[in-house]
């Protein structure tokens, strides 16, 4: 009898243990004991391969470097649009640069032309020019003829275009 009774207790501990492991994995333990939930998760990644943490670890890289690569994506877009603005600006600088000069270039050849004339033909054509050109061509014309050329101007011009050559 004695057989029989421990016989019958060891099938009750048999199916019991059966009984828990099997809702212990299908997660029915889960939901009487939710404590236990967080501990079963730690012993999962515990008891997980090396390979299985190695895929995550590199999942995760790939996340990362994915990001960091659509991040640098934006940043070249717009250091690209940077770049195309300051060759605009670059383009305008230049063709501001070449206006000027040209035009620095043909003041210096029409002051030559003006020291070439005598003054009083100078003082006609200047009576019918803008003061500030007027200015810019006197500058560039040697002292003497200048003199000369105001000198012949009638004088409240010639005092005007002397106070604007004074603030050049």
């Not at 809702?23 to 939710?34: E, R, V």
């Amino acid at each position: 009898m004695k057989r029989t009774l421990i016989s019958i207790l060891i099938i009750l501990l048999i199916f019991c243990g059966a009984g828990l492991l099997a809702a212990k994995h299908s997660g029915f333990l889960n939901t009487l004991f939710p404590q236990k939930v967080e501990q079963d998760i730690v012993n999962n990644e515990l008891t997980s391969s090396p390979l299985e943490n190695e895929n995550n670890q590199l999942r995760q890289l790939r996340r990362d470097l994915e990001y960091q690569i659509t991040n640098l994506e934006h940043e070249k877009t717009k250091l690209l649009e940077q770049i195309t603005e300051l060759q605009t600006e670059l383009t305008e600088i230049k063709a501001k640069l070449i206006k000027q000069e040209t035009k620095a270039i043909n003041i210096e050849e029409l002051a030559a032309y003006y020291q070439e004339m005598k003054p009083e033909a100078a003082v006609r054509i200047m009576d019918n020019l803008d003061d500030d050109i007027v200015v810019t061509i006197l500058s560039l014309l040697e002292k003497k003829h200048t003199a000369k050329i105001i000198a012949l101007m009638d004088p409240y011009r010639a005092a005007l275009i002397t106070q604007l050559l004074l603030n050049k």
